[in-house]
């Protein structure tokens, strides 16, 4: 125990400490309840069945065509978007796990933590899996459909730097949801997917926005998810590759610097947010609500 | 109350059924914002298919076979997380040990669990049916409603029978009930050609999912509601009727079994309603 935590190096900064320590007990939480192999299985079978969905109705349409550029957007955009899914309802689920589960969010709150920062660290464990969920799935992808993945000619520079800026984007709306979740005594179970479940609807993960009926198209606009997907494809095909044409006109740049823009205000919204709902949650001795809702 | 306290055999298995059964009846409808969130995700879901479909210009009815599958979601997601799971949540916030207190055997708890959710699934259901028949403008070719309601029943029979199964085997898996609910989501999606024809699968593969009610009663669905379902069939509507049929008898004898099983273990090791997390 003593090894594992290491707590003497982290005494002096309480925000890496709260960060570190909830990504070493969402690690615990996560994976503790099987044995790796098991786990390994789990955490690979539901993204890997969850994209064959798409190819198989892709072929059944195509008549088993796949080397089509739409295919590997759709492919690419399915598996990206399994982080959108983990983080942003891995960081909302640890207040309901905390609260409503193990009943310790009361404990948590007593210690000397950082709250903010430890809901971070929560789901940085799910930001781990839902990784290599996607490292697999775009593997299998290549080998397996022939996905037309060079790493030599990725953009490197364009993903991670979007993926970075998305994925503190991406945080927020988690941290935003999990400070909604501190005042919430109904629906929270449903909060998280139900904001992925539109993510995915409207960010154009799995088929261009311009399907969308016309009045519906802007919605996908306003979230930094439809940037990130797009910078994010843009760099692992290459330039030359057409892709879709909905956000076809921005630049990498311009898609980088919405990304920024985005990531900076919802850095701000959520500590804003977060600290109030906190407030409120302590006010309204909400903190120890335990509703078996 | 003296009534019930004098109930025993079938009046007691009976009084028992409606017992499980009335809290979800009531509480379906009493607890209306339900509705909204577990109408609303499916529906996001159904509604992400289509767009995929429609982007890839597929026949129209592709579309309908993705709302028909979407609409099913809610009898499966029930089955797992209202049938399956529920007696390790009745353990865990001790309703369970009052279940094997009582008088009324645990199989009728489940039965009026199934009935229970049974409703609350078809309200559900129909609403997302409904709802996505609306806004994507699905167009049905029905064959004959008397075949697709016995098709329908022999389903639903065979798949809650299915879940009063899984319900002692999930109380077995402890704390694993929870990750065993999750993993057999979009896995079973992919199998049971929730949002294609099962049939695309090919036939190793379709004759494999046909274990689960839902694969077949999907299928026999869709050949009875759409132009295109008879030639994208799995087999003829009657085979499936059949299978499914069977299924239903032997789903509920192994639950039957299953449960006595269970109980005598769990009395016999007194760990029946013993909490780990």
């Known amino acids: ?54 190819v198989v109705m892709y072929s059944v349409i195509t008549n088993g065509v796949l080397d089509t550029p739409l295919f590997a957007y759709i492919y690419l955009g399915n598996a990206l978007y399994m982080l959108v899914g983990a983080v942003i309802t891995g960081v909302s689920w640890a207040v309901i796990d905390d609260r409503e589960r193990y009943g310790m969010l009361k404990h948590l709150h007593l210690t000397p933590m950082d709250g903010y920062w430890y809901l971070v660290g929560r789901g940085m464990t799910k930001l781990l899996v839902a990784t290599v969920s996607v490292l697999i799935t775009l593997i299998f992808g290549v080998l397996v459909f022939g996905l037309p993945l060079d790493w030599a000619t990725v953009n490197w520079g364009l993903f991670l730097s979007s993926t970075a800026l998305g994925l503190i984007c991406m945080t927020g709306i988690g941290l935003c949801l999990g400070a909604l979740t501190l005042q919430t005594a109904r629906h929270f179970w449903s ?49 030359h590759f057409v892709g879709f044409p909905t956000l076809a006109w921005l630049s990498d740049g311009a898609l980088l610097a919405i990304l920024a823009g985005f990531a900076v205000g919802l850095s701000v919204v959520s500590w804003l947010y977060y600290h109030w709902s906190l407030h409120q949650a302590k006010e309204k001795g909400l903190i120890d609500m335990q509703t078996s809702y | 109350m003296s009534e019930l306290a004098k109930a025993t055999g079938l009046k007691l298995f009976w009084y028992t059924v409606w017992a499980r059964a009335y809290p979800r009846l009531i509480g379906s409808f009493r607890e209306k914002s339900w509705m909204f969130f577990e109408t609303v995700l499916p529906l996001l879901a159904v509604a992400a298919f289509v767009f995929v479909y429609r982007a890839l210009d597929a026949p129209a009815d592709y579309v309908g076979f993705a709302v028909v599958g979407g609409a099913m979601t809610a009898f499966w997601l029930n089955v797992l997380w209202s049938m399956a799971s529920q007696l390790y949540w009745d353990k865990e916030q001790g309703n369970l040990e009052i279940y094997v207190m009582a008088p009324g055997s645990l199989m009728a708890v489940l039965l ?66 929870w990750h065993l609910s999750n993993l057999l989501q979009e896995p ?69 079994q299953s449960l006595s099983k269970l109980e005598a273990r769990g009395r016999r090791d007194g760990r029946l309603i013993e909490k780990r997390r």
Do not use: C, H
Not at chain 1, 27 to 43: G, H, K, R, T
Not at chain 2, 234 to 243: D, K, N, R, Y
């Open chain 1, 191 to 239: 909060m998280g997917e139900a904001v992925a479940g539109a993510l995915y609807l409207f960010t154009g993960a799995i088929f261009p926005l311009d399907v969308l009926p016309s009045y519906l198209i802007p919605i996908g606009y306003l979230f930094p998810v439809t940037y990130w997907l797009e910078a994010a494809r843009r760099a692992l095909l290459g330039p």
């Open chain 1, 1 to 54: 125990m003593k090894e594992s935590l290491s707590l003497k190096r982290y005494r002096g900064n309480t925000k890496w400490r709260s960060f570190t320590v909830a990504a070493w007990l969402g690690w615990q939480v996560e994976s503790n309840w099987a044995d790796p192999f098991l786990f390994s299985i789990y955490s690979v079978a539901r993204p890997l069945a969850a994209v064959l969905i798409l």
């Open chain 2, 188 to 256: 079973i999606y992919l199998a049971s050609g929730f949002y294609f024809p099962v049939r695309a699968m090919g036939f190793w593969v379709a004759t494999f999912a046909s274990i689960l009610p839902l694969t077949l009663g999907l299928d026999a669905m869709r050949q009875l509601l759409f132009s295109a379902g008879a030639t994208l069939g799995f087999l003829s509507v009657p085979a499936e009727a059949s299978i499914l049929a069977v299924m239903g008898v032997l789903f509920i004898g192994a639950a039957y």
């Open chain 2, 112 to 177: 009026g669990m199934a009935v229970g959710g049974l409703v609350m699934a078809a309200a559900r259901a129909l609403t997302i049916l409904a709802l996505s028949t609306l806004l994507f403008g699905v167009s049905y070719q029905l064959g004959s409603l008397p075949f697709l309601a016995v098709i329908f029943t022999l389903t639903m029979i065979a798949l809650y029978g299915m879940g009063m199964l899984f319900a002692s085997v999930f109380l077995v898996a402890g704390r694993e009930a």
